[in-house]
T-cell receptor, first 112, second 113 residues
Framework: AQSVSQHNHHVILSEAASLELGCNYSYGGTVNLFWYVQYPGQHLQLLLKYFSGDPLVKGIKGFEAEFIKSKFSFNLRKPSVQWSDTAEYFCALSRGGNKLTFGTGTQLKVEL | SAVISQKPSRDICQRGTSLTIQCQVDSQVTMMFWYRQQPGQSLTLIATANQGSEATYESGFVIDKFPISRPNLTFSTLTVSNMSPEDSSIYLC??????????FGPGTRLTVL
């Protein structure tokens, strides 16, 4: 069975710092990869996705992620975080179907 | 995208009782799913709600405990039966709109005493 690992459970950054959240998965076949974000008190929402093609994908609010197949990774990055990026971030995968397998999430706190 | 609502948004229930959670979507969708997020843990898929047929349950989840209905393409219910404190979780409905993307509802926060 597939699995998703997020190694950073809690991250604290100052505004304008750069962000990179790790995501690794275990599955040898084709995968679709996603990053979801949950802002305090809000719905879980899609940040970005990778299905195929260019391994560097850009999402909303200046986020991007790079799919590195050889490393089974899909790390999330943002060059300069803002206080409003404080949220919980989830990496997820699907195996070409609809079922999503989620990582355990990373709680990001951005301090002013 | 899709706009999804869930009722109730939260509830506190007694052990041994059952709670039915409703999920309503603003458009017709083929795929609807139910997830559980236990305290401090990630989201786990409970089942796929199939319109016109029995739901498809993931390993570790059974119909007797989590009966699901899907009477049409915009509505589904999940019942948490014979509840125990271990069922205290956030229950989320999601839909897939044909683009391999899933959109999530606001969740139902359940506390079982």
């Amino acid at each position: 069975a597939q699995s998703v690992s997020q190694h950073n459970h809690h991250v604290i950054l100052s505004e304008a710092a750069s962000l990179e959240l790790g995501c690794n998965y275990s599955y040898g076949g084709t995968v679709n990869l996603f990053w979801y974000v949950q802002y305090p008190g809000q719905h879980l929402q899609l940040l970005l996705k990778y299905f195929s093609g260019d391994p560097l994908v850009k999402g909303i609010k200046g986020f991007e992620a790079e799919f590195i197949k050889s490393k089974f990774s899909f790390n999330l990055r943002k060059p300069s975080v803002q206080w409003s990026d404080t949220a919980e971030y989830f990496c997820a995968l699907s195996r070409g179907g609809n079922k999503l397998t989620f990582g355990t999430g990373t709680q990001l706190k951005v301090e002013l | 995208s899709a706009v999804i609502s869930q009722k109730p948004s939260r509830d506190i229930c007694q052990r041994g009782t059952s709670l039915t959670i409703q999920c309503q979507v603003d458009s017709q969708v083929t795929m609807m799913f139910w997830y559980r997020q236990q305290p401090g843990q990630s989201l786990t898929l409970i089942a796929t709600a199939n319109q016109g047929s029995e739901a498809t349950y993931e390993s570790g989840f059974v119909i007797d405990k989590f009966p699901i209905s899907r009477p049409n393409l915009t509505f589904s219910t999940l019942t948490v039966s014979n509840m125990s404190p271990e069922d205290s979780s956030i229950y989320l409905c999601s839909v897939e709109t044909g683009t391999n993307e899933q959109f999530f509802g606001p969740g139902t926060r359940l506390t079982v005493l």
